[in-house]
Nanobody, 118 residues
Framework: QVQLVESGGGLVQPGGSLRLSCAASGIIFSINTMGWYRQAPGKERELVATITSGAGTNYADSVKGQFTISRDSAKNTVYLQMNSLKPEDTADYYC????????????WGQGTLVTVSS
């Protein structure tokens, strides 16, 4: 069984930074695209950023220049560095990955809460 486990969420003041991590475990042949999504209260889940196996990145317009996605393929881990956080960044953040197990699966993490508040 393959799973994704996120960590690094918490309470931070406006203007602060957090770094989220998401590690994949289980029987993994390879991992294709990994990404982060978020869901704020009362809103739909939205894409934050993705990174391919070749390190190509894609960001939502709302976080460009503010967030940075990266990955450590040797550790099957993806990171999200979040800087200059704003109250509107408050949400549950979910990790997602397309994993070859050998079946191709799209796997979600359980989510980690980020609260930006003074």
């Amino acid at each position: 069984q393959v799973q994704l486990v996120e960590s690094g969420g918490g309470l931070v003041q406006p203007g602060g930074s957090l770094r989220l991590s998401c590690a994949a475990s289980g029987i993994i042949f390879s991992i294709n695209t990994m990404g982060w999504y978020r869901q704020a209260p009362g809103k739909e889940r939205e894409l934050v950023a993705t990174i391919t196996s070749g390190a190509g990145t894609n960001y939502a317009d709302s976080v460009k220049g503010q967030f940075t996605i990266s990955r450590d393929s040797a550790k099957n881990t993806v990171y999200l560095q979040m800087n200059s956080l704003k109250p509107e960044d408050t949400a549950d953040y979910y990790c997602n990955a397309v994993i070859l197990t050998p079946r191709m699966l799209r796997v979600w993490g359980q989510g980690t809460l980020v609260t930006v508040s003074s």
